[in-house]
């Protein structure tokens, strides 16, 4: 049976075209499970994480934290819509009222934290990453309760955004604010992996030409 990889996180984690659990395998070998969602919040991942546990067996969880921001809203038939509240009044309302910066900088902590509790308690292994910088704050004393070995950064605390900004922006499909294919594929390469072995010539020509 092949070992199964699981991936959570954001748009920076599944979108509409390759992102980097697409090129995991590629160093591991067996099969990825991408879990990812569009919009999903910090909370959203957490729980995810815990599903996966339960369900999908996994070898290996990675996990990329999303924007702080975000939040998901359980509704009377228990539908989760992730991101935020559907209705665009109601999400400004709740916004204008009932969040600040502080406060979602210190919930994302606690579902890292609550990630990496769980995850150690079931004897998975995993490794977790951001999809920017912005998204971990220092300034609570809970920051120093998560273990920052299980992160891969790059420039010390940046994440995929910073990296493919800095190295891969001449590759972007106008008006796009997600990385490219060969972003994702680097970042995997030289950050998550930090490995020296290139993918075969023609793959790497598909990710420089991935739109034409």
Same mark, same amino acid.
């Given at each position: 049976m092949p070992e199964n990889f699981v991936a959570h996180g954001c748009s920076f984690t599944n979108y509409k075209w390759p992102c980097w659990p697409n090129y995991i395998k590629w160093f591991t070998g067996g099969t990825m499970l991408n879990r990812a969602e569009v919009g999903s919040a910090n909370e959203t991942i957490a729980r995810r994480v815990v599903e996966s @546990? +339960?369900?999908?067996?996994?070898? +290996? !969880?990675?996990i990329m934290w999303s924007g702080a921001n975000r939040y998901e809203m359980w509704d009377e038939r228990n539908n989760i819509h992730t991101?935020?509240?559907?209705?665009?009044?109601? +999400?400004?309302?709740?916004?204008?009222?009932?969040?600040?910066?502080n406060q979602n900088n210190y919930r994302t902590?606690?579902? !890292?934290?609550f990630a990496q509790l769980f995850l150690e308690k079931?004897? @998975?292994p995993y490794t977790m990453?951001?999809?920017?910088?912005?998204?971990l704050s220092d300034k609570f004393p809970i920051y120093n309760d998560i273990d920052w070995s299980k992160f891969v950064f790059y420039k010390d605390n940046k994440g995929l955004w910073e990296f493919a900004e800095d190295n891969f922006s001449?590759?972007?499909?106008?008006?796009?604010?997600?990385?490219?294919p060969i972003a994702h594929y680097y970042w995997v390469k030289d950050v998550l992996f930090k490995?020296?072995?290139?993918?075969?010539p023609d793959e790497l020509d598909k990710l420089r030409n991935w739109y034409g």
């Open positions: @546990v +339960h369900k999908d067996d996994p070898k +290996h !969880i990675y991101g935020g509240h559907r209705d665009p009044e109601k +999400h400004k309302y709740w916004v204008n009222n009932f969040q600040n910066d902590l606690v579902n !890292i934290m079931h004897q @998975v990453m951001v999809w920017r910088g912005d998204v001449q590759y972007y499909l106008a008006g796009e604010s997600h990385p490219p490995s020296d072995v290139l993918c075969p």
